[in-house]
């Protein structure tokens, strides 16, 4: 994976819409919307690109937990709101709502990704975050071994999400489950 060029047009949108925070990305992928769409409910894939395990049933309204690979964090309740295979699936992840939609084009498929939140101080710490799992799952459905980790790449977008997304947005800085185990690269750094 190259974290040296990030591609503007793979950053995530920040709006405010009806009192919740959402960022939206749009990916567009050179694979069947099946292989894409495959790597996102299949815990057999998850584990190249999500940051959590998902245990329950792929099915609406099924209750969900949510573990950490690595220990950086408590393991916390979501549900799964929609699914609706081979396009749509929305879950509440933690206090967080994810709506995943993949639709064909002449290229391949667009995956729409939309994550909603209420705390605007932290869009550019998740922004980043969500960033650097797409391109995981990039790697992923690409066949390829992903170089580095999700946390190298957050270290390389994030302070381009804090530019972007401005002050406002750039409060609330990595959890520190994760500066424990992953390090950050804005430790040091107050973010104004």
């Known amino acids: 994976m190259d974290t040296s060029d990030p591609n503007p047009g793979d950053f995530g949108q920040l709006e405010r819409r009806d009192g919740h925070v959402l ?12 292989t894409v769409w495959q790597a996102l409910p299949e815990p057999d894939q ?3 690109w999500f940051p959590t395990t998902i245990e329950g049933e792929r099915a609406a309204g099924a209750p969900l937990h949510f573990g950490f690979r690595n220990n950086e964090a408590l393991p916390f309740d979501g549900e799964m709101l929609v699914y ?8 509440r992840w933690g206090d967080e709502v994810l709506r995943f939609e993949v639709e064909e084009d002449a290229s391949g498929c667009v995956l729409t990704l939309t994550v909603a939140f209420d705390e605007i101080g932290k869009g550019a710490r998740d922004g980043a975050g969500w960033h650097a799992c797409l391109d995981l799952l990039g790697e992923s459905v690409a066949g ?3 170089a580095g980790s999700s946390a ?3 270290k390389v977008v994030h302070p381009i999400y804090v530019a972007r997304f401005g002050p ?3 409060t609330i800085g990595p ?7 992953h390090g950050s690269a ?4 107050e973010v104004t």
Do not use: N
């Open 23 to 34: 960022v939206t990305y749009t990916r567009r992928f050179p694979h069947p919307p099946g």
């Open 46 to 48: 998850l584990g190249a």
């Open 84 to 91: 609706e295979p081979p396009s749509s699936m929305t879950l």
């Open 144 to 146: 390829r071994d992903a």
């Open 152 to 154: 190298d790449r957050w």
């Open 168 to 170: 406002e947005a750039s």
């Open 175 to 181: 959890p520190e489950e994760t500066e424990r185990v």
């Open 186 to 189: 804005d430790r040091d750094r």
